[in-house]
């Protein structure tokens, strides 16, 4: 292990980020018994400066965190806890993430580019799971796999023709369409896309 | 404008997120007058508790931070910075982030689900700005777009394949077949993987 620099009341900051997402989870605080309580357990165990206690995330609520990976920064006074969230809520509010509005109070819409793919995946699991009659999705589901089979391949054409073309705004349009379609036929099929990105990064040095 | 919490020497931690690729490039301070300078020029500004001064990222190495959005977490003494990193360099020792290291101090090589599509692409440029002789992606890229587009269209056919066929592994290996070439032809078209996934994302409610 690391020398951590710990500040002067024994403590250290983390940043807890979704490992599937990248979405920044929570920020909070670790001593050195919660940081090896982590690591002996695999769960994700912070110090409350109120309490002035360790707390293990989600022990009573069942919203745990699975650590997947710990990184130091260069200084090394600051953590990175890479998490698998349980429930996929970790704020005490009950949002998903603890940093759920902008600068100025509003509750952030936003889907930043890196999380574009997971969550939206969630929300094509939701739309299903609901069988929410209104939904494109959901209609499209009900049609069956060959159906969505069919517009995966019509819109991987499509995409051919506008990369092809060269002009952006038609490359741009294709390729979400059919990265969508991709998206419901790997929902269909019970593969996560996180699954398919694992591998594609397996094949490459970075 | 919150009412946020700065501790008692007037300081808020702030996580600096990578806007396309969701990597974590700092961690570091604010008081209220580096907050409001980085409202105000759109650039991150912090507090430097050892220097005990104002800094402007990347004022002297050019590796600036453009600050796309800034969100607050739940108890209001946290922030995060979400920004475009200049030179794709945020630490002080060169590296493109600062927790490029394990908690048992070995250099992270491990590409994280999110990031994978950004990331790639960045490779994908680099072997072929290098004019990498050995690089499969350099000699394809020798071949001509048509080649590159043949390859695409090859490996969308054979992940419907394997996407009527239902097993995971073939899957996961097709659609990574397919994902690469897509980001190669991307790069032939000068259109970052980002923007097709801004495009994406702004189709759905998250």
Not at 110 to 124: A, D, G, H, N, S
């Amino acid at each position: 292990m690391m020398n951590l620099k710990f500040n002067q009341e024994g403590l250290i900051p983390v940043i807890v980020q979704d490992y599937k997402t990248g979405e920044i989870r929570m920020f909070a605080w670790a001593n050195q018994e919660a940081l090896e309580k982590t690591l002996q357990t695999g769960y994700a165990h912070y110090y409350s400066r109120s309490r002035r206690s360790i707390w293990k995330k989600g022990e009573t609520s069942g919203e745990l965190q699975r650590v997947v990976e710990i990184r130091v920064d260069c200084d090394e006074d600051a953590l990175l806890y890479i998490v698998e969230q349980e429930k996929n809520i970790a704020c005490h509010t009950g949002e998903r993430n603890c940093f759920f509005r902008g600068i100025d109070g509003e509750k952030v819409k936003k889907v930043l580019p890196f999380e574009t793919l997971q969550r939206l995946q969630e929300v094509i699991k939701s739309r299903i799971e609901e069988k929410r009659e209104n939904s494109y999705t959901y209609k499209l589901y009900t049609q069956g796999e060959d159906r969505v089979l069919q517009k995966f391949g019509e819109e991987a054409v499509e995409s051919l023709i506008a990369l092809k073309n060269g002009e952006k705004e038609p490359i741009k349009a294709e390729l979400s369409d059919m990265l969508y379609h991709m998206l419901l036929m790997l929902t269909i099929k019970n593969v996560d896309v996180c699954e398919v990105l694992e591998e594609l990064a397996s094949r490459f040095k970075g």
